[in-house]
T-cell receptor, first 115, second 116 residues
Framework: AQKITQTQPGMFVQEKEAVTLDCTYDTSDPSYGLFWYKQPSSGEMIFLIYQGSYDQQNATEGRYSLNFQKARKSANLVISASQLGDSAMYFC????????????FGQGTILTVHP | EPEVTQTPSHQVTQMGQEVILRCVPISNHLYFYWYRQILGQKVEFLVSFYNNEISEKSEIFDDQFSVERPDGSNFTLKIRSTKLEDSAMYFCASSEALGLADNEQFFGPGTRLTVL
């Protein structure tokens, strides 16, 4: 079973600054994947970044990086050089290696970028 | 760029009525999913589907729900007798593969279901 906890209901950041969105997970699977999705006010779900449990390096995708600390069971998303268009809801999700693709989502964090 | 499409974007129905939500996954994808998001809450998994069979389903996906791939392109979610608590945004997703590293799920824009 998977459980995702996002403890920050809302975060504010100044444009061009970096921001970290927290995510902790709990899982009974020996292998698993961690995902971040962005949900703008329009409602669609946009895949941002993926980290595998056996990956040695932290994942990076452009301005997004995932700070993966396996011992602490955390998978924080770091957005560098925030832009106004980054304002959205952000969901952390996990998937067990034995599942058929079932993603388990956290409650989400609303990020607001100020000019 | 290929994308998942969903119709309708908004469906309003009376309690007890049947609704069918439609999705067209990305054409070369083999794995299909339905999720729902009650307003202001987190996204919840409903069901995964592969090779014309349900692979996995959640406790939410009870006998009132069914999924079907009636032809080579559509993937549908049917709710037989809608309840007020079925009001939510329903997302369809698809992926090309199932391995952890290549299971990126592409989501459709969602169908907002309102049950009155």
């Amino acid at each position: 079973a998977q459980k995702i906890t996002q403890t920050q209901p809302g975060m504010f950041v100044q444009e061009k600054e970096a921001v970290t969105l927290d995510c902790t997970y709990d899982t009974s699977d020996p292998s698993y994947g961690l995902f971040w999705y962005k949900q703008p006010s329009s409602g669609e779900m946009i895949f941002l970044i993926y980290q595998g449990s056996y990956d040695q390096q932290n994942a990076t995708e452009g301005r997004y990086s995932l700070n993966f600390q396996k011992a602490r069971k955390s998978a924080n998303l770091v957005i560098s050089a925030s832009q106004l268009g980054d304002s959205a809801m952000y969901f952390c999700a996990s998937r067990g290696g034995t599942s058929y693709g079932k993603l388990t989502f956290g409650q989400g964090t609303i990020l607001t970028v100020h000019p | 760029e290929p994308e998942v499409t969903q119709t309708p974007s908004h469906q309003v129905t009376q309690m007890g009525q049947e609704v069918i939500l439609r999705c067209v996954p990305i054409s070369n994808h083999l794995y299909f999913y339905w999720y729902r998001q009650i307003l202001g809450q987190k996204v919840e998994f409903l069901v995964s589907f592969y090779n014309n069979e349900i692979s996995e389903k959640s406790e939410i996906f009870d006998d009132q729900f069914s999924v079907e791939r009636p032809d080579g392109s559509n993937f549908t979610l049917k709710i037989r007798s809608t309840k007020l608590e079925d009001s939510a945004m329903y997302f369809c997703a698809s992926s090309e593969a199932l391995g952890l590293a290549d299971n990126e799920q592409f989501f459709g824009p969602g169908t907002r279901l309102t049950v009155l």
